[in-house]
Structure formats: structure tokens, C-alpha cells
């Protein structure tokens, strides 16, 4: 699943975090799930975190030792949709051309 095309202008890589997460909305993610799933360095990672955080569009849970990061309610779309059905053309060529 996506994120809600609002939430969608956004840097290559939140857009790619907020997307991963939604994938996973009940269970959240580590930051080293999300660091596979997303596949950017560490630095961006971080970076995006601390912006979608400073935004409120992620919540981070801490349980026990390892924390968890979940989208806010609000990014997560009512109707399951996939990715390729609401692909714009700028979307594909984005997904498969580093820019």
C-alpha cells in the first residue's frame, strides 16, 4: 500500500519510509527494517525520520529495548490501493531513474 497522495510531495526518501510503513501500519517498523525496506543510506534515513517526526506523520513506540515506528493514522489511506494503480508517469520514471 501507499501512502495518501497528499502526503506524497514529499523527498524521494520519506515518500519511500511512509510507504514502507503503511506497508506494515499494525506492526510498525524497526530502523533497520526500514533501512532494508527503503534501501538509502543510514544519514538519509535518519534525516527523513526526523523530518516525518518534526511533521507528526510517523509515531515512534518504544518497546523494551527496541523502538518501533508506525505512520500516523492520517497518512494511512482508507481503501488498501496498489502501487501501480495510481502511478503517474513522473512516479515510474522516479522508481527506476535515480534523480
Same mark, same amino acid.
Given at each position: 500500500?501507499?501512502? $495518501?497522495?497528499?502526503?506524497?510531495?514529499?523527498?524521494?526518501?520519506?515518500?519511500? +519510509?511512509?510507504?514502507?510503513?503503511?506497508?506494515?501500519?499494525?506492526?510498525?517498523?524497526?530502523?533497520?527494517?526500514?533501512?532494508?525496506?527503503?534501501? +538509502?543510506?543510514?544519514d538519509?534515513?535518519?534525516?527523513?525520520?526526523?523530518?516525518? $517526526?518534526? %511533521? %507528526?506523520?510517523?509515531?515512534v513506540?518504544?518497546s523494551?529495548?527496541?523502538?518501533?515506528? $508506525?505512520?500516523?493514522?492520517?497518512?494511512?489511506?482508507?481503501?488498501?490501493?496498489?502501487?501501480?494503480? %495510481?502511478?503517474?508517469?513522473? %512516479?515510474?520514471?522516479?522508481?527506476?531513474?535515480?534523480?
Amino acid at each position: 500500500m501507499r501512502a $495518501k497522495p497528499e502526503y506524497r510531495n514529499r523527498e524521494r526518501t520519506e515518500v519511500a +519510509v511512509l510507504d514502507a510503513l503503511v506497508d506494515r501500519t499494525d506492526d510498525g517498523m524497526s530502523v533497520l527494517e526500514l533501512r532494508a525496506a527503503v534501501e +538509502v543510506e543510514i544519514d538519509d534515513l535518519e534525516d527523513a525520520l526526523a523530518t516525518l $517526526k518534526d %511533521d %507528526d506523520l510517523i509515531v515512534v513506540e518504544a518497546s523494551g529495548s527496541e523502538a518501533l515506528i $508506525k505512520p500516523d493514522e492520517r497518512v494511512v489511506p482508507d481503501e488498501p490501493t496498489t502501487a501501480d494503480d %495510481d502511478q503517474s508517469i513522473g %512516479d515510474w520514471l522516479r522508481d527506476r531513474f535515480p534523480f
